[in-house]
């Protein structure tokens, strides 16, 4: 039987991909530095980072398929290098230890907030396009980049690995407060909704998972499968999420440049005096100005994914909020902003 091995198996999506392939039979290992909400005596656990070259190793023994999710998501850390280290080298970390092992099938999840037009590629869609990691609008875009071009570069030499581009994943047991989950928390809290209203791509996370199982599956190798679901405005979101939660809101869009200005300012308070996260920050709102909807087409022809319609996710992530209330921290809440998007 397949041994498979998940890093980040523990975070949000990690945890639900984690349960579809269990359902399949497989066998599962996890990489993480934190243990899962609630563990399952027929997985198997390996605590360390990514950036542990020793522990890498380990978990990667006897392992035939390795999905690799494990990355820092968010805007914002006091340390902007901690971005590269995590998202970049624990990338070239993990991919170099699974060549040097041989593992039959390599996964390497990555996100939409990549693909978006920072800069022009003549004649190349925005969803076939890998562009200059220098182009990218801050330090967590950037990371990222760097880590799909190592990725593909290992593809073009002959490795066996596809790419899963989840866009924004809500849903259930999202234990973390992942960053679009605690985007509609935010907005929960507010009467008055100033925002951006900027093209949002929801997707339930169980259907990513099922994505990726099916990237690993029948994915060809060196190509890039986007996983979304439907793409709507911000502003008619917060509108179902008011008649969802029952709450009389007033969502406000607000102009673009304004909302950079005033991000950058928050994000400078938190870098040199808070060292509290910022509710918002430059990259996040250039992210969302950029946002275009990025076609799941390909991953329809040839996966077979199927995404279900975003309202009852929608619903059902609304719902869990409203009954965990006063359980979210301050400092949950203050992690992300309006613009924050999906690692």
Known sequence: MTLVLVTGGSGFIGHHLVEALRARGQRVRVLDVRPPAAPCADVDYVAGSVLDGDAVDRALAGVDQVYHLAGLPGMWVANKQDFHEVNCR???IVLTAAQLRGVSRFLHCSTESILFPYSQLAGIPAEEALQPADAMPGAYTRSKSLAEHCAAKAAAAG???VIGTPTMPIGPVDQNLTPPTAMLWYFLQKKVQ?????????????????GLLLAMERGRIGQRY?????????GQILRMMSV???RKQYPIAVPGRLAELSAIMLE??????????PNGTGEGVRIALAASDLSIDKARTELGYAPRPVEPVLRETITHLLARGGLQTQAGIERHALSSRAS
């Open 226 to 234: 986007i996983l979304g679901g439907d793409c709507v405005r911000l």
């Open 268 to 277: 400078y308070i938190s870098d040199h005096l808070t060292h509290r996260p």
């Open 244 to 246: 969802i939660s029952g």
């Open 90 to 92: 624990g990338t070239e």
């Open 194 to 210: 100033p925002h951006i209203n900027f093209l949002v791509n929801l997707v339930d996370v169980r259907d990513v998972a099922m």
């Open 159 to 161: 490795f066996p690995l």
